[in-house]
């Protein structure tokens, strides 16, 4: 079984600030690891994903996320926070031995307040 | 990147009425698509894999019967809530992988979502 667990169900930062979202992640087996954005009524814009080849991930929008296997982690971090960075992410692990029909599992989110 | 759309965006029913949503990949084939369900300020829980040709496969506490996937073409997957109820009102989100291409992984690209509202 996998799980994700997301530290902090609200993080409110000043614009400019170091924005961290916290992700840790439990597998069994080698994981592929996401973080995924959401907007209000809208649905999951994907930010970057692991997969197993480099631990520093580059994702879009000036996000990245370093893969920690000793710590089992996944966080996501942006230098300089935007007042369009406010939404909702997500952390979410599959099973990279699963094959094409790997499910998602989500963790409970992170909503990201930026203030000026 | 690939597209994934979903009709309706907002759908307002009464209680007992029944409820048709879509989910098509606009330009890629997915012989998998699947279903999610968010309640406000939460996450999404999988509610079922749906497989191209092929019955659904549902996640535990899931009414196959209350909430029935067809996914009759590549690119077409519906889910039908039946006789609806105010406790089926949420946010629905379904999501699609590019069969096309070789070497997944794991990536899924969403549909927009549909929030019904059973009155």
């Known amino acids: 079984a996998q799980s994700v667990t997301q530290l902090g169900s609200h993080v409110s930062v000043s614009e400019g600030a170091l924005v961290l979202l916290r992700c840790n992640y439990s597998s069994s087996v080698p994981p592929y690891l996401f973080w995924y954005v959401q907007y209000p009524n809208q649905g999951l814009q994907l930010l970057l994903k692991y997969t197993s080849a480099a631990t520093l991930v580059k994702g879009i929008n000036g996000f990245e996320a370093e893969f920690k296997k000793s710590e089992t982690s996944f966080h996501l971090t942006k230098p300089s926070a935007h007042m369009s960075d406010a939404a909702e992410y997500f952390c979410a692990v599959s099973d990279a031995s699963a094959g094409t029909a790997s499910k998602l599992t989500f963790g409970t989110g992170t909503r990201l307040q930026v203030t000026l | 990147g690939a597209v994934v759309s979903q009709h309706p965006s907002w759908v307002i029913c009464k209680s007992g009425t029944s409820v048709k949503i879509e989910c098509r990949s606009l330009d890629f084939q997915a012989t998998t698509m699947f279903w999610y369900r968010q309640f406000p300020k939460q996450s999404l829980m999988l509610m079922a894999t749906s497989n191209e040709g092929s019955k659904a496969t549902y996640e535990q506490g899931v009414e196959k019967d209350k909430f029935l996937i067809n996914h009759a073409s590549l690119t077409l997957s519906t889910l039908t809530v039946t006789s609806a109820h105010p406790e089926d009102s949420s946010f629905y989100i379904c999501?699609?992988?590019?069969?096309?291409?070789?070497?997944?992984?794991?990536?899924?690209?969403f549909g927009e979502g549909s929030r019904l509202t059973v009155l």
């Open positions: 999501s699609a992988r590019d069969s096309g291409r070789a070497g997944s992984t794991g990536e899924l690209f």
